[in-house]
């Protein structure tokens, strides 16, 4: 495309503007009149193309603006205690890596046991959110407890450890800014026993 860029104009203005003129004064000025209208084909077509180059640009610039002018909420970390004789604890950190705050910050996370075989918990809905809202700053963090953890015996430990059943943590964050456009983010975590991490099985977001 730069070559054509190049190369085009100097066709147009000198090479057959240059022929326009010989045939014109050499009485040919049918062919001279050809000659001109093709080396002003040449130029319109470089107009065009630089036209449409700035009409992409623009708008791939307009749409960078639009994902980076935004609160933009993820998961940092889950810190979580797995141990017989106690609930399932877990916090789940949210981190804001937009560039504006996140304003009504409604998040809420369940943990749940599911027999081996069984499908993994589906993501939480809006509906389940009932969280109090509050404001994520660019780059702050928030902690979000989990509200329903099952209470682990230790037979659910050895069940655990054997791959018969697995522990989940099904998370979810509503959120707006400042022009009242919502936003959201869901995940689902997977309690990986050997390396004492959660696993991330799938994210939902806008």
């Known amino acids: 495309m730069d070559i054509l860029m190049f190369v085009l104009p100097i066709i147009g203005t000198f090479l057959l503007g240059s022929v326009a003129v ?27 193309i630089l036209w449409t180059q700035a009409i992409l640009a623009d708008g791939a610039t307009g749409a960078e603006a639009k994902l980076v002018n935004r609160p933009t909420i993820g998961v940092d970390n ?6 017989a004789g106690q609930k399932l604890s877990a916090v789940i950190i949210w981190k804001n890596t937009g560039s504006i705050p996140a304003l009504n910050a409604r998040s809420y996370v369940r943990g749940k046991s599911v027999p081996k075989g069984i499908e993994p918990p589906a993501f939480s809905s809006e509906a389940d959110n009932n969280g109090p809202p509050g404001v994520l700053l660019p780059g702050s963090v928030s902690s ?3 509200s329903d953890g099952p209470i682990l015996t230790q037979g659910n430990i050895d069940a655990i450890n054997k791959g018969d059943v697995s522990l989940w943590v099904v998370g979810r964050i509503d959120y707006s800014d400042d022009n009242g456009a919502k936003y959201f983010m869901a995940f689902r975590a997977e309690y990986n026993v050997s390396g004492r991490i959660w696993e991330f099985v799938g994210y939902e977001f806008r």
């Open 144 to 146: 979000c407890p989990l």
């Open 22 to 48: 010989a045939e014109w004064y050499g009485g040919n000025k049918i062919r001279a009149i050809w000659f001109g209208l093709a080396g002003v084909f040449c130029i319109l077509v470089v107009v065009a």
């Open 78 to 83: 889950i810190n979580s205690v797995v141990q």
